[in-house]
């Protein structure tokens, strides 16, 4: 999805203020469609916090269920007050918190382990009742070798690390648009 500088402010304000909107009883303000077509295509989304560079938070959806716009907000929200890993964010932590948005490409089966291309792809993992997903920058903020990649990846679905050298799971790619307010702050 090819999204402009301006749309990534938008949607970058947007989850900001789907946090805020928890603390303080406000109404959300809704971006220019016309204008801004690509917030209302369906997409899946995560959106990341960190606080001094430490996750706080990381929810989203895999696959679209509403137009990207409300896909942020509700992921956004969910980051800072439903990922089971952390207590919810309190008020006086957001100015120390950093938002990155990753907007996912549908889904693809793959084939071989031989696909996955660190830095470029996530990883889905569906297999025997079990599912988990690890973002194109897992790796790379982990330095993580494919190996490590597909470890990780069985680790978070429960599964021992290297579950994945006995067989080929069903596992699925895809790509992310990934843009964060450190870096359009830059």
Not at 1 to 19: D, F, G, T, Y
Not at 68 to 82: D, K
């Amino acid at each position: 999805m090819n999204i402009s500088q301006e749309e990534k402010q938008i949607l970058l304000e947007c989850a900001r203020q789907s946090i805020n909107s928890n603390f303080r009883n406000t109404s959300f303000t809704e971006p220019d469609y016309e204008k801004y077509p690509v917030l209302q295509v369906p997409a899946g989304a995560f959106v990341t916090l960190r606080k001094h560079h430490q996750l706080r938070g990381c929810v989203g959806f895999i696959e679209a269920q509403n137009e990207l716009f409300e896909t942020i907000r509700q992921a956004a929200a969910y980051a800072a007050f439903r990922d089971s890993r952390f207590l919810p964010v309190e008020e006086e932590e957001m100015n120390d918190i950093s938002i990155e948005i990753s907007v996912l490409s549908p889904p693809e089966k793959m084939n071989k382990y031989e696909d996955i291309e660190i830095g470029k792809h996530g990883l889905i993992l569906e297999d025997y009742g079990r599912r988990a997903l690890l973002l194109p920058q897992v790796p790379i903020e982990h330095h993580l070798d494919r190996n490590g990649f597909l470890s990780a990846l069985c680790e978070k679905a429960g599964l021992y690390k290297d579950y994945w050298e006995e067989k080929q799971l069903n596992m699925c790619l895809f790509t992310a648009t990934i843009f964060s307010e450190d870096e359009l702050r830059r």
